[in-house]
C-alpha cells in the first residue's frame, strides 16, 4: 500500500490521467464538431427546402397567371364598351381613324389587344422574375419552359403590331388568317390553336417539376 503512496507512481498515475484527460478532451471536441457540422447541414437542407417550396409556389401561381392572361388577351369576344373605351383612348390621344368602316375597326380592335396587353403587364414581370431561381433551385428545363411561356406574349405583341397595319386589300390573305390565329383564342380551331398549345405543352413542364415539391409538403402536413 506504501508503494502506491510514493511520489514517484503518484507523479506516473498524475500524468496518465493527464493523457486520458487529453484524449477524452480531444474526443469531446470531435464529436462536438461532429454534432455541430450535421446540425448545420440539417438546418441548411431545411432552409433550401423551404426555399424550394416557397420558389415552387411563386412559380405556379405566375404561370398560372401567365396562362390565364394570355387567354383573356385572345379572348374573341370584344364587348361594346371595351370596343368604345379602345375608340375614345385613340381620338384623346389625337389619332386620326379612318373613315372606311372595315379599317376603323381595325384599328379600334388594334387597341383593344394593346390595351389589354398593358392590363398584362404586371403578370409578365412577375413571370420574368422567377426565371432566375428556376434555374438555380429546379434546372434548365423550368427556366426554358418559363422562357418559353413569357415568349408567347411576344408573340402576340408582334401580331398586334401587324395586325393594326394589315391591309386586306393589298396584304395576303393567308397571313391575314395567320394573324387572326394568333389574335384569337381556338382560331381556326381549337386543335391548331398553335399559341394555346405551347402554352398547355409548357405549363405541363412546369407542374411535372414543382406539383411534387408542393404535393410532398401537403402529405407531410
Known sequence: MEAYLRPEFLNSLGTVLQGVG??????????AG???????????TQKLEERKIEEAEKIVAAAYNARRHLSYMRSPYIAPQEFAEAERQLVTSGFELS?????R??????????????????????????????????GDALEGALEK????????????????????????????????????????????????RTVDDQIRIIESLCL???????GKS
Open 212 to 218: 411534387p415539391v408542393l404535393r410532398l409538403v401537403a
Open 22 to 31: 487529453t484524449i477524452l478532451g480531444a474526443l469531446a471536441v470531435c464529436y
Open 99 to 103: 373613315n372606311d368602316p372595315a379599317q
Open 34 to 44: 461532429y454534432v455541430g457540422s450535421s446540425t448545420i447541414n440539417k438546418w441548411r
Open 149 to 196: 411561356l413569357g415568349a408567347q406574349f411576344n408573340v402576340l405583341k408582334a401580331f398586334i403590331d401587324i395586325h393594326a397595319q394589315f391591309n386586306p386589300v393589298a396584304d395576303d390573305i393567308e397571313f391575314g388568317k395567320k394573324i387572326q390565329a394568333a389574335l384569337v383564342r381556338g382560331y381556326p380551331t381549337e386543335d391548331k390553336d398553335e399559341i394555346a
Open 105 to 138: 375597326k381595325r384599328l379600334i380592335s388594334a387597341q383593344v389587344y394593346y390595351r389589354r396587353f398593358e392590363a398584362s403587364h404586371d403578370k409578365i414581370v412577375d413571370l420574368d422574375a422567377r426565371f432566375p431561381m428556376a434555374r438555380a433551385l429546379f
